[in-house]
């Protein structure tokens, strides 16, 4: 298995540019997961899909960052406009989650890391 | 509310010498414990799980983990440091049963452990 297929890994864009990570998850995983990682807060949740619906997006920071996942194979996550302070690492990951048992691994991508200046 | 705490920001041992990162949990549900190990400028790997059974489990790379649901912990533990195994270790919780919704299935990690073995 390809696991968790993440682009671009790296990205450097000026503020107010339009950035858009790309995510193809595992083969027959039903979850998605979108993390950001920095130094100060750690890993942080921004949104989880589940059978391509959105089921929590309370992490998203603001209305500048959108996600979307039109197919079980595909998901953006889109920062419009970007600033500064989104510089980060945005990692995709995803799981099967069946029956509500949430004794499946989640794995996680290589991760897209974002440069904003 | 679920979260995991990872009392020491870091670890520093000398090769050879058995390790132990910390983890303990606090969640409303039945507790699914999962470890992951992260190298620099890598994403996250599966390290191993509790799900059920056995409270000692195995995984990669040599290490394991004691699930104690009386202390609600789940160290990691290698009896044997490598210096390779120098990375950032996170803990991390799912939950299942009482807690359901948007909860369900989504991961709260720790904020990590840094791992160094000196050589």
């Known amino acids: 298995d390809a696991g968790v297929i993440q682009s671009p890994r790296h990205e450097v864009t000026e503020m107010g540019q339009e950035v858009t990570l790309r995510c193809k998850p595992i083969?027959?995983?039903?979850?998605l997961f979108w993390y950001r990682q920095t130094m100060m807060r750690g890993l942080e949740l921004l949104i989880y899909f589940n059978n391509n619906v959105p089921i929590d997006d309370s992490g998203m920071p603001e209305d500048r960052f959108s996600a979307k996942m039109p197919n079980a194979s595909f998901s953006t996550l889109k920062i419009q406009p970007s600033e500064p302070r989104d510089s980060a690492v945005y990692f995709c990951?995803?799981?099967?989650?069946?029956?509500?048992?949430?004794?499946?691994?989640?794995?996680f991508g290589e991760g897209s890391w974002l440069t904003v200046v | 509310a679920q979260s995991v705490a990872q009392p020491e920001d870091q670890v520093n041992v000398a090769e050879g010498n058995p390790l132990t990162v910390k983890c303990t949990y606090s969640v409303s549900g039945n507790p699914y414990l999962f470890w992951y190990v992260q190298y620099p400028n890598r994403g996250l790997q599966f390290l191993l799980k509790y799900i059920t059974g056995d409270n000692l489990v195995k995984g990669s790379y040599g290490f394991e983990a004691e699930f104690n649901k009386s202390q609600t912990s789940f160290h990691l533990k290698k009896p044997s440091a490598l210096v390779s195994d120098s990375a950032l270790y996170f803990c991390?919780?799912?939950?299942?049963?009482?807690?359901?919704?948007?909860?369900?299935?989504?991961?709260?990690f720790g904020r990590g452990t840094q791992l160094t073995v000196w050589p």
């Open positions: 990951a995803s799981s099967l989650l069946l029956g509500g048992n949430p004794g499946n691994t989640i794995y």
């Open positions: 083969s027959g995983h039903n979850s």
């Open positions: 991390a919780v799912r939950v299942s049963g009482a807690d359901r919704g948007s909860t369900l299935g989504r991961l709260y």
